[in-house]
Structures are given as C-alpha cells and as structure tokens.
C-alpha cells in the first residue's frame, strides 16, 4: 500500500491497484495505491480510512477485463459481485448471508465480477459472462470497505483486454493506453484538479 498526497474530508480519493494505472494521473487529490487482489485492496483502503480524516467520497480507477463480446471503453459501475465466493454455501452452513452483490447508487447498468484470478482461460469467461460484464480483482472489496466506513465511492474501469486466453499479454500491452484515459477521465470528472 502507498499514499501519494494527504487525505482530507472536502476532497475525495482516487485509489488505484498499481502504480502502472496511476502513472498518467496529474492531481492534487490523494491517492492510493492498494497493490493486487481484495486482500490488498480491502486492507489498504481500510488502513488509509482509518489513519485519519475520511475523504469526501472514494474513486477507484483501475483496468477491466471484457467479459462479453463488444464491451470496450470506460465503464461507471452499478453493481460489483465477487465471483469466488460462494455465499449461498456458507449461507446453508451458518443461516448467515454473507457476500451478497452491492449497487454502487451513482453507476450506470454495468455488473463488474470481482475475485483473486485473473481471468485467463475461455471456460471461466464464459461462465463469470452469465453475471457480470467485466471483471476486475478490486472492486468489491472496495466497495465492502467504503459501505462498511460510509463514504460514498464511484468505480471506475476502463477495458483492458477480453478476459480469457491472452489477458495477460494483452493487459501489460494495454495497460499505459488504459491509464491515460482513467486520468483523461478523472481530471474531467473530479475536482480539485493542477
């Protein structure tokens, strides 16, 4: 985890996965960088909310993969659910309901599947296609923590690559285009802009 600039409560925070997403960004707005994964990004966020004043709202920005045909550009999300969880189980174990989808009240009709695997293979493509747009490995936990702290959070993703067979490859080749567009977006759509 890495804080680049001081969090403050009339001024929001643009929080990022890696330094690779963020590099293109010219703010004076605070902002974090997690590391990978819900692991990180829930521990990071949840560090950074806690050490001191709460921002005025959350942004993340970060890169997606396509889970669908045709599904390019930049996406406001709706809805994140995480794909590597499985709620109904633990529900029949403990009566307990744990993991349930979360709608983000500013997004648009985008669902983005949240999990630890990077999508890389057809099969998992195809299944996760059936609940879920795009894909990323951040977002539901961030959207955990920032309902659990109650500051409002926008996310953000622009589509990195088809999730499946060559996402790997194609997200380190896309990955600087993408990060020019997530900060052509965040300076027209955030304030406190240099």
């Known amino acids: 985890m890495e804080l680049l600039g001081e969090i403050a409560a009339d001024r929001p925070l643009l929080v990022l996965a890696v330094k690779e997403e963020a590099q293109f960004l010219d703010t004076d707005l605070p902002v974090l960088l997690t590391g990978m994964g819900k692991v990180n990004a829930a521990t990071g966020l949840a560090l950074a909310?806690?050490?001191g004043p709460r921002p005025s709202g959350i942004v993340n920005l970060g890169t997606a993969g396509a889970l669908r045909p045709g599904m390019t550009g930049t996406h406001v999300i709706g809805t994140v659910v995480q794909h590597d969880f499985d709620g109904r189980l633990l529900a029949t174990l403990t009566g307990e309901s744990y993991g349930a989808p979360l709608a983000l009240p500013d997004g648009g009709d985008t669902v983005l599947a949240t999990g630890d695997t990077f999508i890389s293979?057809?099969?998992a493509r195809?299944?996760?296609a059936e609940q879920a747009a795009l894909v990323d490995m951040e977002g539901y936990a961030l959207a955990h923590v920032a309902a659990t702290a109650g500051v409002p959070l926008r996310i953000v993703k622009h589509v990195s690559d088809e999730?499946?067979?060559g996402a790997a490859r194609?997200?380190?080749e896309s990955v600087a285009d993408c990060a020019r567009i997530l900060a052509d977006w965040a300076?027209?759509?955030t304030p406190y802009r240099v």
């Open 170 to 172: 194609t997200w380190r």
């Open 187 to 189: 300076a027209a759509n």
């Open 126 to 128: 195809a299944r996760l």
């Open 163 to 165: 999730a499946g067979e």
């Open 121 to 123: 293979d057809e099969a």
């Open 49 to 51: 909310l806690g050490r």
